[in-house]
């Protein structure tokens, strides 16, 4: 199968790409390495350095074969809640216009979409442009799906950690940052009172999720939750640090 995954230099995507490649699978990455790095290539995949709305071009590049793909994991984003407030404009237009533009793409070349929606959809979507921007992504993938039978499915993510993640930056989750300051013998930095509570993911759970979403028959429902079901609080996720 030719796939192709946007953000496919970036966590989530590298993890992705390092599994279908081992299954055999034609790989293509779609990457403006905001975030992504080079040192998370994949021998065996290639790599497009390319913005996400620049995907729109492609249908103009039939030659070099940049249309003919079976499937889409569409998992670039501007991911995190606070930076978005610093740069509304930038995280609108890469999570609603660059899904946009994923979809219409697929929509004229038939390709069947996998979208990357969030947990933060089951709280109020105006608390943060990134809330905003990500609630908004996942109804443009239910109306290409009602008004133009695109074939998209959704699956949302609860924080995930594991190979590859961020460790530096402003993209870098509690677990990126615990890990780097534990690796530091630093001590570890709580955010408020560290009562807050969260499901954690591994990130080979939320990629055989996506590998087994795109395997599936269209779904009756719009949403694939790929989380534990289980959660903890920032304390214990600290605690857990030290007595590694």
């Given at each position: 199968m030719r796939i192709l995954i946007t953000g496919g230099a970036g966590f989530i995507g590298t993890n992705l790409i390092k599994k279908?490649?081992?299954?055999?699978?034609?790989?293509?990455?779609?990457?403006?390495?905001?975030?992504?790095k080079e040192e998370n290539h994949i021998e065996g995949a290639t790599y497009h350095n390319c913005d996400i709305e620049q995907i729109t071009q492609w249908k103009n590049r039939s030659d070099a074969g940049l249309n003919e793909f079976d499937l889409c994991f569409h998992l670039a984003a501007l991911s995190r809640i606070q930076p978005s407030f610093s740069n509304p404009s930038e995280t609108f237009r890469v999570n609603t216009k660059g899904t946009q533009a994923v979809l219409d793409w697929a929509k004229q070349n038939?390709?069947?979409?996998?979208y990357a929606g969030s947990s933060s959809r089951w709280h109020d979507h105006t608390i943060s442009p990134y809330a905003t921007s990500k609630y908004l992504g996942e109804e443009l993938c239910k109306m290409y799906k009602k008004?133009?039978?695109?074939?998209?499915?959704?699956?949302?993510?609860?924080?995930?950690?594991?190979?590859?993640?961020?460790?530096?930056?402003?993209?870098?989750?509690?677990?990126?940052v615990f890990e780097r300051q534990y690796a530091n013998?630093?001590?570890?930095?709580?955010?408020?009172?560290?009562?807050?509570?969260?499901?954690?993911?591994?990130?080979?759970?939320?990629?055989?999720?996506?590998?087994?979403?795109?395997?599936?028959?269209?779904?009756?429902?719009?949403?694939v939750e790929?989380?534990?079901?289980?959660?903890?609080?920032?304390?214990?996720?600290?605690?857990?640090?030290?007595t590694e």
């Open positions: 279908l490649v081992k299954e055999g699978h034609d790989v293509h990455s779609l990457d403006n390495y905001d975030s992504g038939n390709v069947k979409v996998i008004s133009f039978n695109l074939n998209v499915e959704i699956c949302r993510f609860y924080n995930v950690y594991g190979p590859h993640q961020l460790t530096e930056g402003e993209y870098c989750t509690v677990i990126g013998t630093e001590l570890l930095t709580i955010t408020g009172d560290g009562f807050q509570r969260r499901d954690f993911t591994h990130i080979d759970d939320i990629v055989n999720g996506l590998i087994l979403t795109s395997q599936s028959e269209e779904f009756d429902l719009d949403i790929l989380g534990r079901g289980e959660n903890h609080s920032i304390n214990e996720l600290a605690e857990m640090f030290s």
